[in-house]
């Protein structure tokens, strides 16, 4: 998989300037905007949504329950315990590289094979 390019950062409810890979800049250390300060996952999913993201990558080490009827959502976990716990609500576990089952590597092309999955419309294959 090649490297892609960092583009940028973004603020809640700002939309990027052209295509790419943006982040979203959720610390109030600037004006405040709609949805700060925030410690919801689900209003801050809200937020990227509000930015234009068409699909979202939501990384939880405690397993928190969101999920997005506008956008999907593909929920990462890299906390072993908590995916056995929670798999029918989380999508990637990244816990198999703390267990010795997966290395970097394979977990960057299951998050990016789950994204364009998810981007066509079809069930993402899953590694438990």
Do not use: W
Request: hydrophobic content about 40%.
């Amino acid at each position: 998989m090649a490297a892609r390019k960092f583009s940028g950062i973004l603020k809640p409810g700002d939309i990027p300037p052209g295509g790419g890979l943006y982040l979203l800049d959720v610390v109030p250390d600037g004006p405040v905007r709609f949805g700060f300060p925030n410690i919801n996952d689900n209003a801050e999913i809200a937020e990227l949504i509000a930015c234009g993201s068409h699909l979202i990558l939501f990384s939880t080490g405690r397993g928190s329950v969101v999920g997005s009827a506008i956008s999907p959502v593909i929920k990462i976990c890299a906390n072993p315990q908590t995916f056995r716990r929670m798999a029918d609500d989380m999508d990637v576990n990244a816990g198999r590289i703390l267990e010795g089952k997966g290395t970097l590597d394979e977990l960057g092309h299951e998050i990016y094979d789950s994204l364009i999955a998810t981007a066509e419309g079809k069930q993402p294959p899953r590694k438990l």
